[in-house]
């Protein structure tokens, strides 16, 4: 027995032949070949992952001091209509196609939410859309004056629906489109106007009537079909559509335990109840669950709220984002948050490959592969397990041959096996070879996904082991 690559993986051969009768004995089908096992060594490092992960907010991983090395592979930003098409039709591209190359830059994918109303300026929606006669309620928070459209009006419906449509035309599938977060409805986008008065009734605002709102999620749901989707936890018929809709759900207020009210918060009395009420508790089966900190984690320390179970919470949930708003993280918390991006989302681990010890050309050789994922919810893409054989004696040289097969999209926590057929042309040199794994996406097949396994080379792949061809 060896060990190889520093200790990266544990090499087994399982030469059985030596155990048996003579081969002149026995049938040829009776022969078994010798095997090769290998046990690649976990590691516990802290990486970014495509669909997953520590957000940050409003800026890029480039630019978040806050982050303190923490690694992160979304950008999330939320826009109010105005600031996207500021004349009637001319959609502000230019913005987004300057985010996604940022995100790409910095190592991220970008996620969006777009609002009508929730700021602090009268119109959150385009100036021209009130002028065009679009109606609407005017309404006081916060001690201020604001203004939002009727949903049912035609004007409105026209010109919305037409943001989402082209704004999907432009972005569904974009290779750097992380995440949409359908907004629209309600303060911040937030599915409520909780704490509005309308200036002629003194009545709270209403939201807009159910079809309307139903309309607005078919939209975006329609627009983005390609895109992972999350909706606020507090949509009542957004969330009963989640169990069976290709969306997962957000929720913004993770770690309140009293800071609104003593007798409520959200944590205890809200968010495990709505999925309960709403039939969304397996909702994250199929597409993700995001969380963002109430106020930050700054509060969770000022009130002495328990930061582990507040996380465990999040785990439990299945969460695959946290969003702490780009804060600093309070003092001594940093090792919670890195317990925790352990968990959160998918983590991938290679418990072992098993294969034929040598090959001949014109062979078959299947790669079985035992794969743990040992995070809280399953990879929502359709990256692919790649497995290559290139010349030992020639690390950086193009492989001879390579086998890009199973989905990974769906793999719940737990084990999976996988088992890749390499077939191998006639015209293969014998000797030695390393064998290569790697999970891809399918437009340029470079490895995509960073597995939690030592020896990953400067490509992104893991050569875990050997194989010889025979003359």
Same mark, same amino acid.
């Given at each position: ?13 399982? @030469?059985?032949?030596? +155990?048996?009768?003579? $081969?002149?004995?026995?049938? %040829?089908? *009776? /022969?078994?070949? #010798? ?39 979304? @950008?999330?930003?939320? +826009?109010?209509?105005? $600031?996207?098409?500021?004349? %009637?039709? *001319? /959609?502000?591209? #230019? ?43 005017? +309404? ?332």
């Amino acid at each position: 027995m060896k060990t190889t690559a520093m200790n990266n993986f544990t090499l087994i051969v399982m @030469a059985v032949i030596g +155990f048996l009768p003579s $081969e002149s004995a026995l049938p %040829a089908a *009776q /022969i078994e070949a #010798p095997r090769v096992r290998v046990e690649p060594r976990e590691s516990d490092a802290l990486f970014a992952n495509p669909g997953m992960g520590w957000q940050t907010f409003g800026r890029f991983a480039d630019q978040d001091k806050n982050l303190e090395g923490l690694p992160s592979a979304s @950008a999330y930003f939320r +826009f109010y209509w105005r $600031e996207v098409e500021s004349q %009637a039709g *001319q /959609i502000d591209f #230019p913005k987004f196609d300057d985010l996604l190359a940022h995100a790409r830059r910095a190592g991220q994918k970008l996620a969006f939410r777009i609002m009508c109303t929730g700021s602090g300026e009268y119109m959150d929606v385009p100036v021209w859309l009130k002028d065009q006669g679009c109606l609407g309620v005017e +309404f006081t928070y916060g001690g201020r004056k604001h203004w939002v459209p009727n949903f049912t009006d035609k004007r409105f419906e026209q010109a919305h629906f037409r943001l989402i449509r082209q704004l999907g035309e432009h972005y569904d599938g974009h290779p750097d489109m992380d995440l949409l977060d359908i907004g629209s409805v309600g303060l911040w986008g937030e599915w409520h106007m909780s704490g509005t008065t309308q200036v002629d009734t003194e009545k709270p605002v209403l939201l807009p009537p159910l079809e309307s709102r139903m309309a607005i999620i078919d939209a975006w749901c329609k627009a983005f079909s390609q895109t992972s989707k999350v909706i606020l936890i507090g949509s009542e018929e957004g969330m009963s559509r989640a169990s069976h809709e290709p969306y997962g759900w957000r929720a913004d207020c993770l770690g309140d335990m009293g800071g609104f009210s003593k007798t409520w918060n959200h944590m205890v009395n809200f968010y495990l109840q709505q999925l309960t009420n709403t039939g969304a508790l397996d909702a994250w089966k199929t597409a993700p669950v995001a969380f963002e900190s109430c106020w930050d984690m700054r509060k969770w320390k000022e009130a002495s709220w328990d930061i582990p179970f507040i996380f465990d919470y999040a785990l439990r949930c299945h969460s695959s984002y946290m969003n702490n708003k780009s804060a600093p993280l309070p003092e001594g918390a940093r090792g919670e948050v890195e317990r925790f991006l352990r968990r959160l989302g998918y983590r991938l681990v290679i418990r072992n490959v098993d294969h034929p010890a040598t090959a001949r050309p014109n062979d078959e050789v299947a790669v079985n592969i035992d794969w743990e994922n040992v995070g809280v919810a399953p990879p929502y893409r359709d990256y692919r397990v790649a497995v290559q054989l290139r010349p030992e004696k020639d690390p950086k040289a193009s492989p001879i041959v390579s086998a890009i097969d199973h989905s990974i999209r769906g793999w719940l926590p737990g084990r999976q096996q996988t088992e890749s057929m390499l077939r191998l042309p006639a015209s293969v040199p014998s000797g030695r070879y390393t064998l290569a794994i790697g999970v891809v996406e399918l437009v340029h097949k470079r490895p995509s996904v960073r597995l939690a396994i030592a020896g990953r080379d400067t490509e992104g792949w893991y050569p875990v082991s050997h194989l010889e061809i025979a003359p």
